[in-house]
């Protein structure tokens, strides 16, 4: 009407409008990319939201069953468990080396083999008093997700363990290798954090060396030969490190695997191009990991699908409370 001051209308009210997000770049840095984490992600999305966000004293707090959740992710499967263990026994043998100390092959299995013994026990243990729930903590989940076949799994795990560390302490290939770990200049289980991507990843090198000059990382595995996508990617990771650390482009950094269920030492061949695709499917990964960072951190489980693949849900730890993974089993 005449003489009325004019109020200028918009289609959308002010009030209702979400800010708009953060630039890609400041986004980047929000979600750390990790191999495990990674592999998860693939994997079973939901896995990943119990792993990151659920298991999280951070995230996810509206999660109800955030207690049984941080409970269970204590818990490693056959692999797991007996991998870390030979991890462990030979970063030890490399700290006892540099030390002056040089442990047998049979000092070495025996010092696995014990550790593998105290799990065993603890989990039988905890096996017997568990509730329906699940709700009782024992490190080797076979023995909760398996009951009846845990003890033959162990007895061959264990074994498989045992004879990948004497492959480690007297096959021949590995000689030169632990000659070189006995320097003080080995870098042994080295935790990194790369500074020349636009998103932040980590990592941890099994072993480094710069021997006669040449920067070398050996990655150990504890059964026999393989080849995927996903370990060059793994690797591609360690060269990327190891250009920051030693200098130099990342592929002249000299990368192997050590398969040493077989005795084989394997190298991975870099080239400029391959690095360049490595570092491109981190980014992406990292791009769909931060698509879904909110729903994880406000605890919107049902954001995340699980993977219902029976011989990945038999090894998972959050089977006991995985509608999807224990139907899996019955499929």
């Known amino acids: 009407m005449k003489g009325e001051t004019a109020i200028p209308l918009s289609l959308f009210e002010a009030a209702t409008l979400e800010p708009p997000p953060a630039p890609l770049k400041d986004r980047l840095r929000s979600v750390e990319w990790s191999f495990s984490r990674r592999n998860t992600f693939e994997q079973c999305p939901q896995k990943y939201y119990l792993d990151y966000y659920a298991g999280s004293r951070r995230h996810a707090l509206a999660e109800t069953e955030k207690p049984l959740i941080r409970q269970l992710k204590l818990r490693h499967n056959r692999y797991a468990r007996t991998g870390e263990i030979v991890h462990s026994a030979i970063a030890n043998y490399f700290r006892l080396a ?158 192997y695997k050590a398969f040493l269920g077989s005795g084989s030492l394997v190298p991975f061949p870099l080239t400029q191009a391959s690095v360049e695709k490595g570092k491109r499917r981190i980014l992406q990964d990292v791009e769909r990991m931060i698509e879904m960072h909110d729903y994880g951190a406000q605890g919107r489980r049902r954001a995340f699908t699980p993977c219902a693949q029976s011989r990945v849900c038999l090894l998972c730890p959050y089977l006991p409370i995985c509608p999807e993974g224990k139907e899996s089993q019955h499929a």
């Open 98 to 255: 540099q030390k002056g100390t040089i442990q047998s092959a049979k000092s070495l299995v025996q010092w696995a083999q014990r550790l593998l013994a105290e799990d065993l026990a603890a989990s039988r243990t905890a096996r017997a008093s568990a509730s329906p729930s699940g709700a009782s903590s024992g490190p080797l989940l076979e023995f909760f997700n398996d009951p009846r076949n845990a003890e033959p799994l162990y007895e061959d795990a264990g074994q498989r363990m045992s004879a990948a560390l004497q492959n480690f302490a007297v096959h021949p290939r590995y000689e030169k290798i632990r000659n070189a770990g006995r320097s003080t200049g080995a870098e042994v289980e080295r935790m990194f954090k790369l500074t020349n991507l636009p998103c932040r990843v980590t990592g941890i090198v099994d072993f480094a060396v710069r021997a006669s000059g040449k920067p070398a990382v050996v990655d150990w595995k504890s059964g026999k030969p393989s080849q995927s996508e996903e370990d060059s990617l793994q690797l591609t990771a360690y060269a990327l490190w190891g250009a920051q650390h030693f200098g130099g482009p990342p592929e002249k950094i000299a990368i």
